[in-house]
């Protein structure tokens, strides 16, 4: 099914809109990028400051104008849907999650991106296809409260949540619903076994999903610990007594994507932000930010603080074909 | 008081009587103009609030969303009878009535206080505890999360300081605090609605019953608030169905220890699954609106053959119970109010907006930075700019549609009113999430050469659509307490229609217009499930610019837009008052 939407978004490709036939010079694409003058971005990276610097950087480096437009991720897929439906094809790039973007890959909301000269440095375990290019990771780790957790008592391993100690004094993301919550619990699943999130059920962790509010929850001492946490949002605690913990089985994680939208009124532009997000100067502006670069050679060049949080192992990611099933099975465990 | 508005047009007269067959005339047009401007009227009507539910309609009916191949089946109505569902279902009307009646009780003894009272400060007070209703509900969720939280909420902390116990006094993660949450929405959302209306109360009525022998209370009972029926009984349920339609108190206190009602599990098959149901919910949306329209009904009955006429051609002037000491108890009532709904949550947002953090009050901390943040970022004052263009015409629009759909329904006997009236009335009915998508729905396949997708009109009427339902509801409560003498006096001296309308019904209850407008100017300022939908690049509006900082971890900086909107309506109240002073002296 997937393959041959997939196939024929690649028929379609070769006919629609202005965009350059595969093996023109880049600098062809470059041109044609400055002459549509403006991009569309759709986004579910709600008011990400990151975001903002290499878009920024994107309009002095081309004086191309960049319009951002920036919902949540299933809000934003139901505007492109509705949108593509009616004929209107207003946005050209569109960036989110990775089982959000498998399933509008599969709707066939997308058109193949052509040759981006800057794929070729990502590095595994992320990689592009014809339509999907990472753009930046989402790491999960663990997050104490300073002042609540002596260092003795820190969770060293993802089993250790698991102690008595912790029982009922865990907030959460909710593992039922899609975000986070969801991705820790398939990769929890996945590496430890059923046993394991049965007994982590039998923790009562409390479920929240507001997140920034959970963590300045946490920041207060209402709770010692929290799952999952991003490790991009240690940025807005910093000064807070809290302190994120990758355990040592490594850190579960998930990837946003980027994909140029079918009949991008702008595809050269489109093309060009993309290498532009894949170029070491926009990258290292979300691996210090405590997103996970995509790219090689940039997580050795982060700044101290988050350079050893940001080397530790990826743990594993959701299966979008699994996910509906998995948040079923979520539901009958933590009820 | 009504005929020093009246205007003497002899010559109108005149000619109606030497020239009959003009009148014919006139006649003719004025029935054909009116069924032009009935037509013209249901077709606007239909175009704002039915179209959108129809889009959902399909939507419910529909395998997949318009514009997906897929079958028609009633799946989504089947998956509704669970026995998840009508715990939910429990839940949603449990919490709502609760905090329906609590709060109705609670609106209508300040709203006595202060309309019919010689309490002192009544004035200040009336604006200052009608303050929680504009207040973004994340805000004073995140307050009163810090507030009442049972580990370390600063009220639990100061009760085990003072008893020296281990106990929890309050914790707001609990049906309770659900109710209480919404509670600080519903109880000046009725008393804004209530307390006009006791102004409006011809006080001879209340004269009559006292001297008949009744007691006081027996009075208040039996008279003022049988008079007030039409404004209670359209505040209770325009507060029952929103209490229904309630998410961000659910979602806040309710989720995390597994209270889940409608809202929130339609927010679920939209939002929380891989591959959002959009069929189960609108299914859903549509079975919590034939709920209330029983509701609907109940009031039509209950309301039907009575009449609550107080204010007539004849003068009279309003007065104020001197209540002797006991005006400092209810002085105490309104204070009491004020602290626990307004100082302390407000009060919390204030000092937190001077700290780098919320709920971190260390001297290291202070800072200036939230406000110079906000105050530099160019996104929030384009957003800005769009919301009060969007705030002033679409207050303004539809406070002139609601009136107009008010009197027609309450005024006149013409054909076609009952369905103006459940038209005017159907965006109230549907949960906002759901009519968001209905509005996206509908405005993305209109014609390409309808420039509304896309452009602010996309929001401007998605916003008087979803602001008619309160514009006719507080314009009807204020013309069905204004006796028809009036008005048949007006078109006796040869006023026009028009001219009635403007300078008898609308000079009368201009109060209840000043505090729909502003009801709806707010909630234009506060709504985010159409916005957020319908925006653009560039009609950015103040609810989704919060929402942007809310969910990139700056809670502060949405402290201060909030703050900022306390003093915006706290200037939108006092010119109200004002005025409403400036025309009843005896206030």
Sequence with gaps: ?335 | MGSATLEERPDRVTVAANFPERTVLFGGLRRHGRLFGMGALILILCFLTLYPMVMLLYGSLHSTPPGIPGEFNLDGYAGLASAENLVVLANTVGISLVKTILSLALAILLAWIIARTDTPGRGVLEVLITLPFFIPPILTATAWAMLGNAQVGTINLVWRWLTGSESTLVDVYSYGGVIWHMMQYSTPFIFLFVVDAFRAMDPSLEESSRMSGATRWQTFWRITLALMLPVTTSAFILSFIRGMESFESAVFFGTPVGINVITTTIYNSITQRAQPDYQSATALGFAAMALMFLLLVLQGRLLRGRSFTTVTGKGYSPNVMRLGSMRWVTFAVCIAFFILTVALPIGQLLLSSFFRFFGFYEADMLTLDHYRSVWENSSFWRAFGNTMLLGVVGATVTMALGGIVAYITTRTRWRGRRLIDVLAWLPWMMPGMVLGIGFLWGFAILPHAIPIYGTLWALLLAYVALGTPVAVRVTSAAYQQIATDIEECSRVHGAGWWQTLGRILIALAWPAFAVGWVLIFFGIMRELSASILLYAPGTEVLSVVMLKMWVSGKPEEVSVIGLAMLVLVLVFRWVQLKFIKKRISTL
């Design chain 1, 1 to 335: 099914m997937l393959r041959r939407s997939v196939l024929g978004m690649l028929a379609a490709g070769a006919t629609v809109g202005p965009a350059l036939a595969q093996g023109d010079d880049w600098a062809k694409v470059v041109e044609a990028a400055r002459k549509e003058g403006k991009l569309v971005i759709y986004t579910a990276s709600i008011g990400s400051p990151f975001h903002k610097t290499v878009i920024n950087a994107f309009e002095q480096k081309y004086g191309i104008q960049v319009e951002l437009l920036e919902a949540r991720a299933s809000e934003v897929r139901e505007r492109v849907r509705v949108e593509q439906s009616a004929g209107r094809f207003l946005g050209d790039i569109h960036h989110n999650g990775s089982t959000t973007t498998w399933l509008m890959t599969r709707d066939g909301n997308f058109q193949p991106h052509g040759p981006i000269p800057n794929i070729k440095n990502i590095v595994p375990p992320y990689d592009a296809d014809d339509i999907r290019v990472p753009a930046e990771v989402i790491s999960y780790c663990l997050m104490v409260n300073r002042n609540l957790v002596k260092p003795a008592d820190e969770p060293k391993s993802w089993k250790d949540i698991l102690d008595p100690r912790w029982t009922g004094k865990i907030l959460s993301d909710d593992y039922r619903a899609l975000g986070g919550g969801a991705v820790l619990f398939v990769v929890m699943y996945d590496t430890f076994g059923k046993e394991f999130v049965e007994k982590l059920a039998a923790q009562k962790p409390v479920f929240s999903r507001d997140i920034q509010n959970s963590e300045r929850r946490v920041a207060r001492g209402e709770f010692p610990l929290y799952i999952p946490f991003s490790l991009q949002d240690y940025n807005n605690l910093k000064g807070l007594p809290v302190k994120p913990i990758v355990p040592i089985e490594g850190r579960p994680y998930v990837r946003f994507d980027l994909t140029v939208l079918k009949n991008a009124p702008r595809p050269n532009a489109a093309r060009l932000f993309i290498n532009h997000y894949l170029e070491p100067d926009s990258q290292i502006v979300f691996a210090n930010a405590g997103y996970n670069p995509v790219v090689k050679g940039v997580v050795e060049k982060t700044v101290e603080e988050i350079r050893p949080l940001l080397a530790t192992k990826a743990l594993g990611t959701t299966v979008p074909e699994r996910q509906d099933a998995m948040l079923e099975l979520a539901k009958q465990i933590f009820k």
